[in-house]
């Protein structure tokens, strides 16, 4: 195998579980206006809101330039604002919602209270064993915690292949009652080398890959591929893994994290075209494992 098409399997495998999220937290200070600022962002989203095409109200924004992906999701989830408040606002349980993607092998939080530092074991490929993993470490961080607003930043300044700048955002307000507006964003920059990955990878591998954004060239609609493609396939990933935790808290503590593999699982292949990558027992069977072996250590990026 080529040095080239090495480093473009690499790098795409990382790509689909990481992505780093979103850029700057946005203008407002002070959870009151921050709460307000989302909820009026949501409600100028209408327009872009897709029920029919995802299921429930939800926006997918991505963007691609200057060497730089950026990929955002506006949802109403069917969620108490409560629920999502307190399952979110700590690492321990944000490294439940981590390792739900297929190549997200491990995850491990350190240290107590906030900030925190979680680290992210990336498989270089998606059948791989957890110690062969990229270690990408993040600095975590709930930059808001109120009755009616959460902000949860994580950012890392660097990942592998010369992948940097990663940022996850998520932000959460009450809708009503039983429901809670979600962004979830993310980001992060690359440079010559891992365009170089990702630009083999398109051209091999995920050449027939799509996103879930529909764009005309040349007069035909069809759905967005390259870059763009992989960043709304990670963000998408992401999103339902949140939920697939959220959801899973109504379960006995002892089956939370079969019910979390499974429903997420389950939410990914009702996108098989975007998101298929294995058989629902080959999945399930990778999770259990590597839940087994969750203490097993992996090597730094570097």
């Not at 480093?7 to 921050?34: H, K």
């Not at 962004?183 to 010559?192: N, R, V």
Request: hydrophobic fraction near 40%; aromatic fraction near 8%; proline fraction near 5%.
């Amino acid at each position: 195998m080529s040095v080239t098409r090495i480093l473009a399997v690499a790098l795409a495998t990382v790509f689909v579980a990481l992505a780093g999220t979103a850029s700057a937290a946005i203008g407002p200070t002070g959870a009151q206006p921050a709460a307000a600022a989302l909820r009026a962002k949501f409600d100028g989203m209408r327009g872009h809101l897709d029920p029919a095409h995802f299921g429930r109200p939800l926006a997918l924004v991505s963007q691609d330039g200057d060497h730089m992906l950026q990929g955002d999701i506006y949802a109403l989830v069917d969620q108490p604002f409560q629920l999502v408040r307190d399952s979110l606002h700590d690492a321990p349980q944000w490294c439940k919602v981590m390792v739900l993607p297929f190549n997200t092998k491990r995850c491990t939080a350190g240290g107590t209270g906030d900030p925190s530092a979680l680290n992210l074991y990336i498989a270089k490929r998606k059948d791989a064993a957890p110690d062969e993993s990229y270690r990408v470490d993040f600095n975590y961080h709930v930059e808001a915690l109120d009755r009616d607003f959460l902000r949860v930043a994580l950012k890392a300044d660097s990942g592998p292949l010369g992948t940097r700048d990663y940022r996850i955002l998520l932000e959460a307000t009450p809708a009503d009652a039983t429901h809670t507006v979600l962004h979830l964003a993310y980001s992060y920059g690359y440079g010559a080398l891992g365009q170089l990955a990702m630009q083999a990878y398109l051209a091999t591998a995920g050449a027939s890959k799509v996103g879930f954004t529909t764009v005309e060239e040349g007069g035909m609609p069809h759905l967005v591929g390259g870059m763009r493609g992989v960043m709304e396939r990670n963000t998408m990933r992401y999103f339902l893994a949140i939920e697939a935790y959220l959801a899973s808290l109504g379960t006995p503590p002892q089956g939370r994290a079969e019910r979390r593999f499974e429903a997420w699982f389950d939410a990914t292949e009702r996108f098989a075209r975007q998101l298929h990558e294995m058989s629902r027992e080959q999945y399930l069977s990778m999770k259990r494992r590597e839940q087994r072996l969750a203490g097993m250590p992996a090597p730094d990026a570097s």
